[in-house]
Structure formats: C-alpha cells, structure tokens
C-alpha cells in the first residue's frame, strides 16, 4: 500500500514563527502536492512538485514556499505564520499522470 | 479558470436510504473524474471515470460520467452509518498537478 505520511498530525504556532510541515512518500512517486482544506472552500493548492527540486506554484502560493531535496519528501514552509493560515494541510502524491492522488492523513495547524 | 461544483454541500439521510451526489465541472484539457471519501483524516479513492456513459461500481457505490453535459454523480444506495464522510469530486487534467477538487458533499447518515 501507498504510504504518505505528514510528520505532524496537530500543531500550535505563534504569529510570525516558521512553521515545517513534512510530507514523505514511500512509492517512487513524481508528483506530491501540498493542499489546505478549509470548511466550504474544499481544498485549495498550494504548490505542487514533478521532480526533484522542481516546484510549481498552485492557486493559493502566497505566504508559503516549498522544498523538495529528495523524492521522497516534499516539505511545506510557512516563513512567517499569519492567522490566516490556521488551516488542515493535505499533502498527496501521484504516480505520475495517473491522476489517482494518495493523501496523508493531514496537519492541523493553528496559529495564534 | 476551472471549476468543480458539488452539490447539495450537505445532506442529511436515514440508514437504508439511496443518495445522489452531484459534480460538475468546467474544466480545459479534461482527462478523468475522480471522486474521494473523507472521513477524519485523509481522503481516500473510490473512482476514476474516464468515459463516458460507462458506470464504475464498487459494492453499494457507483459513479457514471457525462462528457456532453460535463457532470458525474454518484450513487449509494442502502446507506449506512459508515457511509457518513465528505465525499470530494476532482476533475483532473492534462497538466500535472492540476486536479482542481469542488467543495465537497457532507454526508450524514442517521441510524
């Protein structure tokens, strides 16, 4: 079975902290995503990644920047956290062009 | 810009009724329909639809595409608690990463 785990389930940050979200895949796959889910907006993109060290912006980049040193992982940075980013995170991948996404089971992020 | 529209974006039911949801979509470069279930954590696949007219099924659930008009519903017939999640509908494109998902359908099913 596909795995992607995202290091951490719930987090509590201060305005203007950095915040690391941590995303890993164990399949090999291309493509991984970063997505926040907010109630009545469904989910939204971020950024998303086809290959090592390459990135590429989604619908909603701003205030976020993305790293992805191996293939494996894909990492979600907040520089500087902001209220408005208290939001679940859902990181994915994808084999690529497949289409079929597999999720972690997602970051609660709160910012105070 | 594409656009995936769900409806209704929730929907209170019985155990042992039959729902419908509905997605449609406007979408450049369409390569397939995907819907998702989510219950607490992460979104799980149930179908991908690719053709039209051609019902995929998988126990109490199934899904059907309409390329023409640009929409896919799907069905769960005998519902059970177990069915109470969000259900998420993707359309999903030529370009990577761009699966654009509707807002979802909340359902609740009562026992």
């Known amino acids: 079975d596909v795995k992607v785990t995202q290091s951490s389930r719930y987090l509590v940050k201060r305005t203007g902290e950095k915040v690391f979200l941590e995303c890993v895949q164990d399949m090999d796959h291309e493509n991984m995503f970063w997505y926040r889910q907010d109630p009545g907006l469904g989910l939204r993109l971020i950024y998303f990644s086809y290959d090592v060290k390459m990135k590429e912006k989604g619908d909603i980049p701003e205030g976020y920047s993305v790293s992805r040193e191996k293939k494996e992982r894909f990492s979600l940075i907040l520089e500087s956290a902001s209220t408005n980013q208290t939001s679940m995170y859902l990181c994915a991948s994808e084999l690529t062009n497949t289409g079929e996404l597999f999720f972690g089971e997602g970051s609660r992020l709160t910012v105070l | 810009e594409d656009k995936v529209v769900q409806s209704p974006l929730s929907l209170v039911v019985h155990e042992g009724d039959t729902v419908t949801l509905n997605c449609s979509y406007e979408?450049?470069?369409?390569?397939?329909l995907l819907w998702y279930k989510q219950e607490k954590k992460a979104p799980t696949f149930l179908f991908m639809l690719?053709?039209?007219?051609i019902e995929k099924k998988s126990g109490r659930l199934s899904s059907i595409l309409d390329k023409k008009e640009l929409f896919s519903i799907l069905n769960i017939t005998a519902t059970q608690t177990g069915d109470s999640a969000i259900y998420l509908c993707?359309?999903?494109?030529?370009?990577?990463?761009?699966?654009?998902f509707g807002d979802g359908t909340t359902l609740t099913v009562k026992p």
């Open positions: 979408v450049t470069n369409f390569r397939s």
């Open positions: 690719t053709s039209s007219g």
């Open positions: 993707a359309s999903d494109n030529t370009n990577a990463g761009k699966s654009t």
